[in-house]
């Protein structure tokens, strides 16, 4: 595999990956765009040799096509500004006329953003006449979506195969997220802490499992923690709980137990009366929540429960924020643990968050420069630690 640095782009027309799934508010304004900045020098070293430049993304999960809400032009004014205020060309799609017409036209020194990749099922589906026609765009591919990397989908892993390896690489943006994993991966000083939280359950449960290798220590929080207590017999009211994970919270209990990894539940939350930012709200033991009642962070004897871990700890992992730090009366949680990763972090600690929603929140309390490494990627991020190559790392490394 040819390195990036290395290749020169001169004349050439580079068709990048980029993962510009970036938040956006009821007015598609985009919230926080990390992970448009953090691509930035892979567009500006492409340009400078003096190549041009196709960058394809996803946004969203659109489901029936092409809607407004998830169309990439949104961006196209933002992505100006971080590029100098040099004009970015936007095709209305990834495939077919126009986007052949537009390729067709870019100069070097030029910018191209497609229209979304998922208006079109075939991306998600991996599809081989898909991936080709993307791949007829451009000269090289160049992969700079690490957030997308755990995904088997047309632009992020078949596409690759239509490019000769010297036409294939990582971004720079790709090689320093799997650097800086694989230095948690493999280089973990102990004690190793993985704080996981957010709401989905079902995903980060069976992702734990294999933290359980590699960690000392496990810090559950968010809504996800009160299927742990749920499963242990407490009362959690109407916090988040998929019933169908009790078996598998226990399982995970044991293991670690057996393995000697400490799993650490909270042991207090905040509790609200209603899922609204200006509920009543109170302070409780986590598993003996009244009924009607819901925890939506994590209380202030788990701040210092988790602070006093993360704290001895000299690697540290964070994907999930503890509570719903989108609201303020429920943020303090989050805000805590991010300040005790950066405190541990200025005492020689390795801390690497990841995940968009831990993203936001580091960006949102000023913290992103007092970790280690922010990675754009969460899902990805995480399904590494499972010891398996990403698909859209082995398409470059091994083309099928
Ligand atoms: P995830 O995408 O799985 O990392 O989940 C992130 C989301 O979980 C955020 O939008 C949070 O608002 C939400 N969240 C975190 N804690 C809770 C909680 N205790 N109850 C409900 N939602 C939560």
Known sequence: MPSFSQHSFKGQKALIRVDF?????????ITDDTRMRATLPTIQKILKDGGSVILMSHLGRPKDGPSDKYSLKHLVRHLSELLGGMPVLFAGDCIGEQAIHAANLLKPGEVLLLENLRFH???????????????????????????????????????????PADKRMFGLLMESEVKSAE????????????????????????????????????????GMAYTFLKAQGGKIGNSLCENDRF??????????ESKGVCIHLPADSIIADKFDADAETSASPSNQIPDGWMGLDIGPNACEQFCNVIKKSRTILWNGPMGVFEMENFRHGTKAIAMGIADA??????????????????NLFGLADKVSYVSTGGGAMLEYFEGRELPGIAAINNPS
């Not at 799934?21 to 304004?29: A, F, G, K, M």
């Not at 026609?133 to 892993?157: C, E, I, M, P, W």
């Open 21 to 29: 799934n970036v938040p956006l508010s009821d007015q598609l304004e």
């Open 183 to 222: 230095k948690v991966l493999h280089e973990a000083r102990k004690p190793f802490v993985a704080i996981i939280g957010g709401a989905k359950v079902s995903d980060k449960i069976l992702i734990m499992e294999n933290l359980l290798e590699k960690a000392t220590d496990i810090i559950v929080g968010g």
């Open 247 to 256: 078996g598998t919270a226990l399982d995970l209990l044991a293991k670690a």
């Open 345 to 362: 972090t200025r005492n020689g600690a390795f801390s690497l968050v990841g995940g968009g929603d831990s993203v936001s929140a580091v």
């Open 121 to 163: 099922k075939e991306e998600e589906k991996g599809d081989e006449a898909f991936a080709k026609k993307l791949a007829q765009l451009g000269d090289v591919y160049v992969n700079d979506a690490f957030g997308t990397a755990h995904r088997a989908h047309a632009s992020t892993a078949v596409i690759a195969k239509f490019f």
